[in-house]
């Protein structure tokens, strides 16, 4: 299994149900990862989607413990033993995308990690876990930092980059 996320230097992901940032080609990117895959994904994260529906061209798996939540459109699982059992050992084409909880229910199932790193601290409520203080994980690729453009980005005055985590050990 896979993750996508989005941090600021401080490892926020998001404040009051939004993303910190919207990056055009952060989007592109996530696309280009998760297209034509299986996203792993939470109500709350559905939630923020235009019209709150599943992802278009993705086979979508919601994790919701709500009895009788309902998504046309995409899976609903109860937790993860029912998530790995839809998955059937499958996980290759399964990528994570959100929300907080979700990420840290799933992460010890994750071998990947594709990681937008804003150069910027913003005011967050929800959080990933440092990947660079976890011994488990090690950072293989770091791009080169990018400018935000101020026509489609806000903030606009930032720089972001894009970094792969790959898992080294069992050990979480």
Not at 6 to 26: C, E, P
Not at 64 to 86: K, M, W, Y
Not at 96 to 108: C, K, Q
Not at 124 to 129: E, G, M, Q, T, V
């Amino acid at each position: 299994m896979q993750l996508v996320v989005a941090v600021d230097n401080a490892w926020g992901i998001g404040n009051a149900g939004a993303l910190l940032a919207h990056v055009r080609a952060d989007m592109k990117n996530f696309r280009a990862l998760t297209a034509g895959k299986t996203v792993i994904l939470g109500s709350k994260t559905l939630a923020t989607f235009p019209g709150g529906n599943p992802l278009p061209k993705r086979r979508n798996i919601i994790l919701s413990r709500r009895p009788g939540f309902v998504v046309p459109g995409a899976e609903v699982v109860r937790g993860v033993p029912e998530l790995l059992d839809l998955l059937s050992g499958d996980t290759e084409d399964a990528v994570v995308i959100g929300g907080a909880s979700v990420y840290a229910e799933l992460l010890p199932y994750c071998t990947e990690a594709f990681v937008t790193r804003f150069d910027k601290t913003f005011v967050s409520d929800a959080f990933f876990p440092d990947l660079d203080a976890d011994p488990a994980w090690e950072r293989v690729q770091t791009g080169e930092w990018c400018c935000a453009d101020p026509e489609t980005d806000t903030p606009s005055d930032m720089r972001y980059r894009f970094e792969t985590y790959r898992r080294i050990s069992e050990g979480q």
